[in-house]
Structures are given as C-alpha cells and as structure tokens.
C-alpha cells in the first residue's frame, strides 16, 4: 500500500500584495524569517525551489518544484 502525503495551507495577510510579494519572492528577505535559509529558484514554472540551510547543528536540503506563479497575486509550489 502506497501512502501519499498531501499538505495544504493558506493564510490571509493584511499588507500590499507587493509587499508579500517581495518576502516571499527575495532570498535576501527570506532567510530573515525562515532561520537562515537559502532559497535557489529561477521563480519560473515548473522550475525547482530548494530551501537549504542548518537547524540544531543539521543540515537539511529540501526541494520542490513552482507549480504555478503570478507576481503579485499567487505563488504555488510543492515542497
């Protein structure tokens, strides 16, 4: 038996789209609320994201793939 995880998650912030854009588009900003993280992505469609960086002393590599993106307005990707 194959057992396949699936994990969704939205939330509502109450700022400029761009500005949520921006945080969550510049690795320069991403790393200041996600401990440290390097974020590697052209940020095109079907193009892979890969979060890298150290937690308790372990590093860690995880990957995934921009499954859709419009500036400003939507950014989804698997993880």
Known sequence: MENKLRAET???IHAPSSDIWEAI???EKIKKY???TTV???WK???PIQYEG???GKKYKD???IKEIFPNH???STY
Do not use: A, Q, W, Y
């Open 40 to 42: 590697t992505t052209d």
């Open 34 to 36: 996600l401990m440290g």
């Open 45 to 47: 469609v079907g193009s």
């Open 25 to 27: 588009t510049t690795p």
């Open 74 to 76: 939507l950014f989804r």
């Open 54 to 56: 150290e937690f308790n």
């Open 63 to 65: 990957k995934g793939e």
């Open 10 to 12: 939205s939330i509502t």
